[in-house]
C-alpha cells in the first residue's frame, strides 16, 4: 500500500549539514507516522526520530536533539530528516518507516513499522 523511497545520503565532514528525504507513494499517506532509523555496522538498528500523520508531534533519540529536525510535507507525500553538526557517530544507513496509526503519543518501535524504505549510507569523516 505504501512504497518509500530514501534519498540524499553521502559523504561529510563533521560539523557539515545534510537533508534527508523520504519519499512515499500510496493515496494514505496521512494514515500514516513516519519514524527515521539508522544502523551502523556491527550495531543494532535504531530509532532516530518520529513524526506523527500531521507534523503536530515530533519525537527524536537523545543522542540527535538539538541537532536533527524531522518534518513532513504530506502536499508532497514526503517526510525529512535535516540533520545539522554530523558527527562521525552519525554515519549509518539511515531507513525511513511508516506505520499505520490514529494516534501517535511516543516513538514508532523499530518492530513497529508497517513499510520500510531500502536505505541511504550516510558517512561522516572527522
Known amino acids: 500500500q505504501v512504497q518509500l523511497v530514501e534519498s540524499g545520503g553521502g559523504l561529510a565532514q563533521a560539523g557539515d549539514s545534510l537533508r534527508l528525504s523520504c519519499a512515499a507513494s500510496?493515496?494514505?499517506?496521512?494514515?500514516?507516522?513516519v519514524g527515521w532509523f539508522r544502523q551502523a555496522p556491527g550495531k543494532e538498528r535504531e530509532f532516530v526520530a518520529t513524526i506523527s500523520r500531521f507534523g503536530k508531534s515530533t519525537f527524536y533519540t537523545d543522542s540527535v536533539k538539538g541537532r536533527f529536525t524531522i518534518s513532513r510535507d504530506n502536499t508532497e507525500n514526503t517526510v525529512y530528516l535535516q540533520m545539522g553538526n554530523l558527527q562521525p557517530e552519525d554515519t549509518a544507513v539511515y531507513f525511513c518507516?511508516?506505520?499505520?496509526?490514529?494516534?501517535?503519543?511516543?516513538?514508532?518501535?523499530?518492530?513497529?513499522?508497517?513499510?520500510w524504505g531500502q536505505g541511504t549510507q550516510v558517512t561522516v569523516s572527522s
Open positions: 500510496g493515496r494514505t499517506f496521512t494514515n500514516y507516522a
Open positions: 518507516a511508516a506505520k499505520q496509526t490514529l494516534s501517535t503519543t511516543r516513538p514508532i518501535g523499530v518492530s513497529e513499522p508497517d513499510y
